[in-house]
Each structure stands twice: as structure tokens, then as C-alpha cells.
Antibody, heavy 119, light 107 residues
């Protein structure tokens, strides 16, 4: 069974940093593109970043470019999101998601981890 | 960036109704359009990928159609468990984007 389990969320002050983790199991982690998607309270879904199966290619939404870094560890079967210079507008539930096949649709999602940025 | 506009943003329907949600892209995305269902407090679930392919385990009352810029998600006979918010997503080009969502409520 495919499982994605996020951790690392919490309350942080504006300008602070946080590192999210996503532990993958039940599939060959190194075969898939992976993404982070966030959802602000009461709002819609926003794609944040993705990374190629071998880590050689990364993409970000403009609003986090230069502040967030996506990475992955094949041996630990884990996906990460390093978030620096956090702002109030980064407050959201952050999901990791697996992209499938040629369509890159997100066929598996974690349960999400809440990041709150507030003083 | 490719913007996706969903309509309506919300709708009220009864069990057994046929429901149609549309998603329009600001430029052609071929068939790189996916649909998700999300219930409160839960992660989204994939329903339809590449516009019209039904994801494994999804009931056949869900269907998708379209190509280019105009897409449709149809629920042929609404069931109690289908009351949720639905999102379209394009995976044609980065940044990947989602539509604003359509909330399907009980009439």
C-alpha cells in the first residue's frame, strides 16, 4: 500500500524557518516525481514545488522561489521542503503528493501537516 | 502561467441528480487536465486524469471530457458520498495550477 506521511509542521514566527519531511513507503520512491501542495485555511489548492525522480530537476511556484527548497533522499525514501523567510501568507496545510506516469497527475497524497506563521 | 477557471464555484443538488462542472484554461493544455475530490479535513483524491481516464477504484458515475481549453467533469447520478469540493488541475506546464474549486452541496 502506498503511504505518504508528512511531519515537521508547527508554529513559526515571520522570517523563521521550518523543514517539512514526507516519508514514503509501499512503492519505489526513486521512480516518481514528487510534489508539495499547500492549502491555506478555507482556500483552494496551490502547487508549491516538484522534483524529478533523480533530483536533477526542480520547479517552484513564483511566490516561494528563492525561499523554499525541495529535496529528496533516495536511501531514506523521503521528500523534504526547506522553508526559509516564512511569511504569514505561507500559513497552510502542506501535502506531499506522488505524480504518476506520463500525466503527472497526483495519485497519492499524504495526510498533510499544518504550518502556521504568526508572531 | 496557465490559469484554470472552474464554474460554478458552488452548486446545490439532490441525490440522483446529474452534475456537470466545467474547467477552462487560458491556453491549450491538450488533455493534461486532472480532476480531484476533496472532503473537509481530508487530502484530495484523484478522480480523473488526462481529461477522461478514470483513476483506479473511482466509481463509473464519474466521467471527464474535453481537450484544448475546455473540460468537463460529470457525475451521472449524485450519491450522498459525492458531496465535496472538486478541483481541476493542469499538468501541461510549470507552474502546475489548480482551478479555484467547485463545492457541491446538498439541496
Amino acid at each position: 500500500e502506498v503511504q505518504l506521511v508528512e511531519s515537521g509542521g508547527g508554529l513559526v514566527q515571520p522570517g523563521g524557518s521550518l523543514r517539512l519531511s514526507c516519508a514514503a513507503s509501499g512503492f519505489i520512491f526513486s521512480d516518481y516525481w514528487m510534489s508539495w501542495v499547500r492549502q491555506a485555511p478555507g482556500k483552494g489548492l496551490e502547487w508549491v514545488a516538484n522534483i524529478k525522480h533523480d533530483g536533477s530537476e526542480k520547479h517552484y511556484v513564483d511566490s516561494v522561489e528563492g525561499r523554499f527548497t525541495i529535496s529528496r533522499d533516495k536511501a531514506k525514501k523521503s521528500l523534504y521542503l526547506q522553508m526559509n523567510s516564512l511569511r504569514a501568507e505561507d500559513t497552510a496545510v502542506y501535502y506531499c503528493a506522488r505524480a504518476t506516469g506520463y500525466s503527472y497527475a497526483f495519485d497519492s497524497w499524504g495526510q498533510g501537516t499544518l504550518v502556521s506563521v504568526s508572531s | 502561467d496557465i490559469q484554470l477557471t472552474q464554474s460554478p464555484s458552488s452548486l446545490s443538488a439532490s441525490v440522483g441528480d446529474r452534475v456537470t462542472i466545467t474547467c477552462r484554461a487560458t491556453q491549450s493544455i491538450s488533455t493534461y487536465l486532472n480532476w480531484y475530490q476533496q472532503k473537509p479535513g481530508k487530502a484530495p483524491k484523484l478522480l480523473i486524469y488526462v481529461a477522461s481516464s478514470l483513476h483506479s477504484g473511482v466509481p463509473s458515475r464519474f466521467s471527464g471530457s474535453g481537450s484544448g481549453t475546455d473540460f468537463t467533469l460529470t457525475i451521472s447520478s449524485l450519491q450522498p458520498e459525492d458531496f465535496a469540493t472538486y478541483y481541476c488541475q493542469q499538468t501541461y506546464s510549470s507552474p502546475l495550477t489548480f482551478g479555484g474549486g467547485t463545492k457541491v452541496e446538498i439541496k
